[in-house]
């Protein structure tokens, strides 16, 4: 678990995301609760004991998807890069008119939760790893 561990530190560091890392923090136990959960979804959907190498990269994305829609959910998500606010489309100075651009893909949060969905759901990948149990 160490190994995953450093591994999901660097990926988050390397998409600009700073993790405590001090012993028994906040991030530290829920790292280690998103490996957990990962290993045991994909230990489940493969019926195998252990991640093969084929998946690591894949297990990683999964737990940096589950760690930031975790702190995303409970508000503690702080990222300096994104701006939760909505575009401005339209500015009137005169009577106040601001119209704003709400469109599915066009606001930086809605961008961010789709980039959260594809760290999160890779399954297509764990067919070739799938071993069936009698």
């Known amino acids: 678990m160490s190994c995953m561990l450093e591994d999901v530190k660097a990926r988050l560091k390397s998409l600009g995301i700073s993790v405590t890392s001090e012993p028994n923090s906040s991030d530290e136990i ?75 893909n066009n606001t930086p949060e809605a961008q961010f939760n789709a980039f959260i969905y594809y760290l999160q759901h890779n399954e297509v990948d764990f067919v070739r790893y799938r071993v069936m149990l009698w």
Do not use: R, W
């Open 30 to 104: 829920m790292l280690s609760f998103c490996i957990i959960k990962v290993t045991n979804h994909i230990n489940n959907q493969t019926n195998l004991s252990e991640i093969p190498q084929g998946l690591h990269e894949i297990a990683v994305d999964m737990v940096v998807g589950e760690f930031l829609y975790t702190k995303k959910s409970m508000g503690a998500l702080s990222i300096e890069t994104l701006d939760f606010e909505l575009i401005a489309k339209q500015v009137q100075d005169g009577d106040t008119n601001v119209t704003f651009a709400v469109e599915a």
